[in-house]
């Protein structure tokens, strides 16, 4: 393995941060204005997820098997099913458990992200 791929997790970290700063600021704000917490996690999770592809491609995976033409519609793909896992999540959170929909939010979307690091790193990276 290369030396950079040891590193990959922290810098995936803090694009993953970055991103979801974005995702939590448009949900927060959103559910604050009594927009339905499943409406406004759509709308965040989609900012968070172009963020996060933009900073991920340029500082984690730089060597992407993909042109960003072919990653932009694979990502979406893909974080169309980690945002049917976050809203499965986030109902299940507030719903079943009564976690407050901020709390609820942190926790689904920290659940996504992994799986979504797991899934770019076997799937669009180069071998």
Same mark, same amino acid.
């Given at each position: 393995?290369?030396?950079? $791929?040891?590193?990959?997790?922290? &810098?995936?970290?803090?694009?993953?941060?970055? !991103? *979801?700063?974005? #995702?939590?600021? $448009? *949900?927060?704000?959103?559910?604050?204005? #009594?927009? =339905?917490?499943?409406?406004?996690?759509?709308?965040?999770?989609?900012?968070?997820?172009?963020?996060?592809?933009?900073?991920?491609?340029?500082? @984690?995976?730089?060597? =992407? &098997?993909? +042109?960003? =033409?072919?990653?932009?519609?694979?990502?979406?793909?893909?974080?169309?099913?980690?945002?049917?896992? !976050?809203?499965?999540?986030?109902?299940?959170? @507030?719903? =079943?458990?009564? $976690?407050?929909?901020? !709390?609820? +939010?942190?926790?689904?979307? !920290?659940?996504?992200?992994?799986?979504?690091?797991? $899934?770019?790193?076997?799937?669009? &990276?180069?071998?």
């Amino acid at each position: 393995m290369k030396p950079s $791929i040891y590193k990959a997790p922290l &810098r995936y970290f803090f694009a993953v941060v970055c !991103g *979801y700063c974005i #995702d939590f600021s $448009i *949900y927060a704000a959103l559910v604050m204005y #009594d927009l =339905s917490i499943y409406w406004a996690n759509a709308a965040g999770f989609s900012v968070g997820v172009i963020v996060n592809l933009l900073l991920i491609r340029r500082f @984690v995976f730089t060597n =992407s &098997r993909f +042109k960003l =033409s072919t990653d932009l519609p694979l990502t979406f793909a893909v974080n169309g099913a980690m945002l049917g896992i !976050g809203m499965g999540l986030l109902w299940l959170l @507030v719903n =079943s458990f009564s $976690i407050n929909p901020y !709390g609820a +939010k942190l926790l689904a979307n !920290g659940i996504t992200f992994m799986l979504n690091f797991v $899934i770019r790193a076997v799937f669009f &990276r180069k071998k």
